[in-house]
Nanobody, 122 residues
């Protein structure tokens, strides 16, 4: 069973930055595609971005230019660097593993973390 654990959430003022980390168990991390999703209260879970096993990155239009996803295969970790944060970025952020590739559809991901809260104050 693959375990996924996010960390790094918190409270930040608008315009600030946060870096989320996602640690994944197992010996085949380098073959996984990884996705980041978020869910705000009363809203559906939405795709934020993803990174393929080849480190190709993909982003939602709402975060393009502000968020950056990277991976460290030696440490089985993927990162979400978030800059120029806005109050509308407030959500629980989730990391997910895909054995097939990056997509924007949550149901295509195989393993999920428990989420980490990001709150951006105005």
């Amino acid at each position: 069973q693959v375990q996924v654990v996010e960390s790094g959430g918190g409270l930040v003022q608008a315009g600030g930055s946060l870096r989320l980390s996602c640690a994944v168990s197992g010996r085949t991390f380098s073959s996984y595609a990884m996705g980041w999703f978020r869910q705000a209260p009363g809203k559906e879970r939405e795709f934020v971005g993803g990174i393929s096993w080849r480190s190709n990155t993909y982003y939602a239009d709402s975060v393009k230019g502000r968020f950056t996803i990277s991976r460290d295969n030696a440490n089985n970790t993927v990162y979400l660097q978030m800059n120029s944060l806005k109050p509308e970025d407030t959500a629980v952020f989730y990391c997910a593993v895909s054995r097939t590739g990056v997509t924007g559809t949550a149901s295509t991901y195989d393993y999920w973390g428990q989420g980490t809260q990001v709150t951006v104050s105005s």
